[in-house]
């Protein structure tokens, strides 16, 4: 019997990548693809759907396809996922009418969350959902369309998440999985699992959005429309997918209540599996993956971004000389800033340079270097952007901490990972270790077994954990503790005495 292989691909904030396994969860071929992230003016972050999500699923598969020399058929099944939560309006054949509006990062619809906060109550809204409108939320910004863009919103036969994009190309069915869903923000009433008619009301017609199903659920089969387009041979199936984040957590094992994913990415991403729903307004709350389980999630706005902002504007040089062949910027940077004693010498700063998502939930909060010197270097400056992250988990575990819903273990992922001494901060500050995969593929690493749960290859999501290679672990130093808690204390001051003058800055004239 000829052996079969499942296929993954994972449509990022500034690159694509694509894996095919064996049913073992060994490798056979992966690709990876850049791609553009749009800032057309401040505080706005969109993504061109058509080239960066359709064009780069196309070209991976094609790719994993010819250097694996694998024919089509012996592909058991598909699984996608992709940033989220965005916003996306489409035609009747799924072109898309505008650019995509990304996630948290892009903050445009500020004026959109407190009308709605006002008309349907914020109280109604937590109750209802689960979870209190922030950038995050897709509601808002589907009202920003309605309002500014209103012939592109009239034009729409849907809106769109970006999964729900790539498997109505891949099989003609508009299909959005639970956890995804939960993120569209006043519209997905939690209790019903379904979209609220009520709460859609004002903002958008039910029936212009996807089907809600569970993200292992297959949507359809491969029509020949995406076979010519990719490759793929008609027929396979196609599961209904999920966000980036919630398949690199499967990728990494997370699946039994307790456990974590604290994702490096190009922003931090936390969840959290809990037996049961927990709700905070500071956090986001969700069905998990799998029927029966719920999620705890947490996101910070400029993580990875942040760290490539400094890169590409404070050390080109390094840039430069790594297009020459040269050491990597980042891994040169990294090496700078561990050689820096910890706290920066008393250089403190907030990473808030897109707004901050959770647990502030303030689009109108924004980036502080503290305590400069002229004794500072760059290399204070890098260490002290890293350190500024680490406070900011070290924020989310103390919340965690106060609901009584603190994690059993803590699983990194993301390309931040390869980052050593970032990671070592991290549980220096939080006082928290973490264990580091020793090979990460990352969501489409995921998306595969999930595919493969979803044709009834795999007997249970526990089963991940056969594919899940050896663990190491980052465990917390005490030498530094009293100096991170004297500057842990100072970060967290430091925002509450400033946001006033923030929200002042961020005013519009």
């Given amino acids: 019997m000829e052996e079969r292989y499942l296929l993954g691909v994972d449509i990022g904030t500034y690159e694509s990548k694509g894996v095919l396994v064996t049913l073992a969860g060994d490798v056979v071929a992966t690709a990876v693809r850049p791609h553009e992230l749009l800032l057309p003016r401040q505080g706005w972050a969109e993504h061109d759907a058509e080239r960066a999500w359709w064009g780069d699923f196309c070209a991976l ?5 010819e250097t694996s020399r694998i024919a089509p058929e012996r592909i058991a099944a598909v699984g996608c996922s992709a940033i989220g939560p965005v916003m996306l309006p489409v035609d009747e054949a799924c072109r898309p009418l505008r650019n995509a509006v990304l996630y948290g990062i892009d903050t445009r619809a500020v004026e959109e969350i407190r009308e709605l906060d006002v008309r349907m109550g914020a109280e109604t809204i937590f109750v209802r959902t689960g979870n209190a409108l922030s950038s995050q939320s897709v509601g808002p910004k589907i009202l920003w369309l309605r309002k500014h863009e209103p012939e592109c919103y009239a034009k729409a036969a849907k809106i769109v998440a970006a999964t729900t994009f790539l498997c109505a190309r891949l099989t003609g069915r508009w299909m959005l999985d639970h956890y995804s869903a939960s993120c569209f923000v006043p519209l997905y009433d939690m209790a019903a699992g379904t979209w609220g008619k009520d709460l859609c009301e004002g903002i958008i017609e ?21 076979e010519a387009a990719t490759g793929l041979a008609k027929g396979t199936p196609v599961i209904v997918g999920t966000i980036d984040a919630a398949a690199e957590a499967v990728s ?15 922003t931090m991403f936390y969840i959290q599996v809990v037996d049961r729903p927990v709700r905070d307004r500071r956090l986001w709350s969700a069905p998990y993956l799998f029927p029966g389980t719920s999620a705890i999630m947490a996101g910070m706005a400029t993580t990875g971004v942040l760290t490539r902002w400094f890169r590409d504007m404070l050390a080109r040089e390094l840039v430069e000389a790594e297009a020459q062949g040269g050491e990597s910027a980042y891994g040169r940077l990294a090496a700078l800033a561990a050689a820096v004693p910890p706290g920066a010498e008393g250089l403190v700063v907030l990473p808030y ?25 760059r ?8 350190e500024g992250v680490g406070h900011g988990i070290r924020h989310h575990l103390d919340v965690l901490d106060e609901i009584d819903a603190a994690p059993l273990e803590v699983r990194a992922v993301g390309g931040g990972t390869k980052n050593r001494p970032w990671l070592q901060m991290v549980s220096d500050i939080s006082g928290r270790a973490q264990l580091v995969p020793a090979v990460t593929l990352g969501a489409s690493y995921g998306d ?57 800055l961020t005013q519009e004239v």
Avoid: C
């Fill in 61 to 65: 598969t094609r790719e994993l396809l």
């Fill in 206 to 226: 039910p029936e212009r959005l996807p089907d809600i199903a569970w993200t292992s659920e297959i949507a359809g089969t491969i029509t020949p429309e995406a």
């Fill in 252 to 266: 990494a094992g997370v699946t039994a209540p307790g456990q974590a994913m604290l994702m490096y990415g190009s």
């Fill in 353 to 377: 340079f897109s707004g901050e998502r959770t647990p502030l939930n303030d689009p109108r909060a924004r980036g502080v270097f503290f305590g400069l010197t002229l004794s500072h270097t």
């Fill in 379 to 386: 290399e204070h400056l890098y260490r002290a952007v890293l």
């Fill in 448 to 504: 595969a077994f999930l595919a493969g749960l979803g044709t009834g290859l795999f007997a249970s999501y526990s089963d991940i954990s056969r594919w899940v290679r050896r663990l190491e672990t980052v465990a917390p130093d005490p030498a530094p503790k009293p100096l991170y808690d004297r500057a842990h204390r100072i970060y967290r001051d430091l925002y509450e005495r400033t946001k006033d003058l923030m929200h002042d």
